[in-house]
DNA sequence: ATCATACAGTTGACAGCGTCATCTGAACCG
DNA sequence: CGGTTCAGATGACGCTGTCAACTGTATGAT
């Protein structure tokens, strides 16, 4: 076929990486519940104990998906804010949109790039050691997809700085990020009904940055 | 033991009772990977395959517990907004703590609350017909759910307009919902640091409230 | 050139899961 | 009183994540 694969670093390499685009589609097509080692490991040209070779398990392997999608998404919004050609508010409306874009466009992963962290114990007896272990267990590497997320967050935190100021950045970034994520995840979720706003998740994200760029420049 | 149980009815009546009860509580315990049907039906006293006398299966379960909590959490809005000694801010501030204190208290029902409803078919084929059936299938009746989502969106929704006014109630009370809803999620998932943003989840609700408030009072 | 080692990948096995078909027994109702 | 209904019990099936044990080959030192 194509290129052949001779020492073991390339082959294992190439494995890592077919098994993160298979877990990657997966996770589109059916969620997280549709990311199967076995299925997972047959798509990547392998069975279903390999992905054990490269991820703790499959929290690690979804861990990596995520922690992939979030230094993507940094790059994109780092070429927003390193736009010559665009002004602050329109980076700051791409910067939002580009959240929103992978709500619309990758559901499932969305909802994994948001997952919640620290997870606490819990008093749950008898056989549930397989949950507790799942919740408090070593997860693959969370350091990789928090250092993503926050470079992310440092891009978006500069864009809205050049809008409203350094002072007051990081109490209107934290407030447009949240919202902006809100407004995805009832999109998603589809409690936001159009017909019953009478309004769009678009219209809400220029309602709600022109709201935050006058309260800015009052300040 | 406690009052003996005669009817077939009342008997049933006990019986899902306690499987909701079951499920909420191992939900508030691990998520709802931890809402086993066996454990569920463990400790409402019966076994694994009583559940399903009473639901169509798991997703149906939970999908009953949700509604409950937003039965409960509407109940709880309707209170605010029907009390005479609270302010039209007061009210609105109350709704959305209201909110956020789910996710606090409880951040894994949390999460079920606000779960996707329609979900699409999706392409993935072989052995994923358990998924597809998960995702698509008749999961229970998901409509009492939504009437009971509606209902709390309609109590917030007159608090708002009375804050607002009629004609912009929809718009700002959606951008108000989402954006406590994305600010409830991502100090649930762990995305909202309080080192990194210098704020809080409080503080962001009180500006956007104050936002909004301003911003109505103008129109 | 040879050999021991590391290690990616395979395989077998296990417990737990959701779900269904089948069966049972007691409450129901004519 | 006899038939029916139906909540619940039980057996079985295929699926899952995970690990222990094993295999074979590229690697690196001799």
Redesign the interface.
């Known amino acids: 076929m194509m290129g052949v694969m001779t020492t073991r670093a390339e082959s294992a390499a190439a494995t890592r990486r077919a098994l993160l685009d298979a877990a990657a589609e997966?996770l589109d097509?059916?969620?997280p519940?549709?990311v199967t080692l076995r299925?997972v490991g047959a798509r990547a040209g392998v069975t279903r104990g390999a992905p054990y070779r490269h991820f703790t398990g499959k929290d690690s392997l979804l861990t990596a998906v995520a922690a992939e999608s979030w230094e993507r998404i940094g790059d994109q919004v780092h070429a927003l804010r390193t736009d010559p050609a665009l002004s602050a508010s329109e980076k700051l409306r791409g910067a939002l949109r580009a959240l929103i874009d992978v709500s619309r466009n990758q559901?499932h992963l969305y909802q994994v790039l948001?997952?919640?962290?620290?997870k606490l114990p819990?008093?749950?007896g008898?056989?549930?050691d397989r949950?507790?272990r799942?919740?408090c267990g070593p997860e693959g590497d969370p350091a990789v997809a928090d250092r993503a997320?926050?470079r992310f967050?440092d891009e978006f935190l500069d864009i809205v700085a050049a809008l409203v100021g350094e002072r007051n950045a990081?109490?209107?970034?934290?407030?447009l990020?949240?919202?902006?994520?809100?407004?995805?995840?009832?999109e998603?979720?589809?409690?936001?009904d159009t017909d019953?706003?009478?309004?769009t998740a678009d219209?809400?994200v220029g309602?709600?940055v022109r709201?935050?760029t006058e309260?800015g420049e009052m300040a």
Not at 170 to 175: I, K, V, W
Not at 177 to 186: E, N, P, Q, V, W
Request: proline share 2%; no cysteine.
């Open positions: 997966l097509l059916g969620g519940e549709a299925e559901p948001f997952r919640r962290r620290a819990g008093q749950l008898d056989g549930m949950i507790r799942q919740l997320a926050e967050q990081r109490h209107y970034g934290a407030l990020l949240t919202s902006a994520h809100g407004i995805a995840g009832m998603l979720s589809g409690h936001l019953r706003w009478h309004t219209e809400l309602t709600l709201m935050v309260a």
